[in-house]
């Protein structure tokens, strides 16, 4: 009998949302089964996740990947529940829209499906992004969980990331759909731009973009004019929320504040005056409108984490791991 409150799967366990919610899991006490892909050309380096604390006893790492949605089935077997956040990720629409949506859809499916016939998966908490809820808007709009993407309009402009947001915003409508149709308790969380240390090796995107100013090409696949921000562990933290939530309803916007690319550099400038900020035209890139989090703060949840946290964290963990 394992020494914990359960065991949980975890997909996407090596990215940098995954990362760490098996951390705060582990450190919750719960057992965890996540998934990798599987590169037959090399192994992959998994030792940040097995150096985790109590990792050793509690931790088991398995292969699987979104285009063999049945390959989920061991990693959710015996599972009281399952965090969903593995997601195809094409910013440079190397593939055609619709092949990644597919890819994204069946896949969530058949994760839902093996949910199902396990018998013991009591929720799944899926994660989504703040791009299906919001890509077109009134300046100064902050939108709720009402609100989803105009994938037409989307299709139509191809505005930068349209293909992912097109992929997110239809994902998450299925596995609510599944959920509502065979009975499957199935809620949605939607995190802005997540900005904090990283515990996977690789550079997350969304980081690099929030230290666009300080990165440049190297760091993310964006920069931005402005942006709703939260921390990577009260996203962790929120999703571990809404699964031990006694009555979760539908989705959660998951944000804690919302910012100018010049108010974050002038932020990071102050600490580390060392970094030499290149002159920059603050009113480029893209202009992300504001998701209001009332739903998950009258649900009980508490944001621990403000701007100059994610943003310095974020900084330090650049230099330690050597990407400044």
């Given amino acids: 009998m394992e020494d914990s409150k359960g ?31 599987s590169y037959p050309e090399h192994k992959k380096d ?39 956040v593995a997601s195809p990720l094409d910013f440079e629409e190397k593939e055609p829209e619709e092949i990644v949506t597919k890819r994204s859809i069946d896949g969530a499916l058949g994760i839902l499906k093996a949910c199902l016939t396990s ?30 993407t105009d994938l037409d309009l989307l299709r139509t402009s191809k505005t930068f990331g349209w293909s992912y947001a097109v992929s997110k915003t239809l994902t998450e409508k299925a596995v609510l759909e599944f959920g509502q149709q065979n009975g499957l308790d199935v809620v949605t969380l939607i995190p802005t731009l997540v900005v904090g240390p990283f515990i996977c090796p690789k550079l997350p995107g969304s980081v690099g973009s929030a230290l666009y100013f300080l990165l440049g090409k190297k760091g993310g696949p964006f920069n931005f004019q402005q942006a709703p921000m939260v921390h990577v562990d009260d996203v962790a933290r929120a999703h571990i929320f809404l699964f031990e939530h006694p009555n979760p309803k539908g989705r959660y916007n998951c944000s804690k504040c919302f910012a100018t690319t010049e108010t974050v550099a002038e932020i990071v400038s102050a600490k580390y005056p060392e970094f030499k900020i290149p002159a920059m035209d603050f009113l480029t890139g893209v202009k992300f409108q504001d998701l209001s989090s009332k739903k998950l703060i009258d649900a009980g949840f508490e944001y621990k984490y403000g701007l100059e946290e994610m943003l310095l964290g974020a900084t330090e963990c650049c230099k330690e791991k050597g990407y400044l």
Wanted: hydrophobic share 35%.
């Fill in 119 to 148: 018998k013991t998966v009591k929720r799944v908490v899926y994660t989504s992004s703040a791009s299906a809820v919001d890509y077109f808007g009134e300046e100064d709009e902050v939108k709720d969980e009402s609100s989803w």
């Fill in 7 to 37: 065991r949980v799967c975890v997909t996407g366990g090596t990215g940098f949302i995954g990362s760490w919610i098996i951390k705060r899991l582990l450190e919750d006490g719960y057992s965890v089964s996540t998934t990798v892909r």
């Fill in 46 to 84: 998994v030792s940040f996740l097995t150096d985790l604390p109590g990792a050793s006893r509690r931790l088991r790492i398995l292969k699987a990947d979104l285009s063999e949605p049945e390959s989920f089935k061991e990693a959710i077997e015996g599972c009281i529940g399952v965090f969903h």
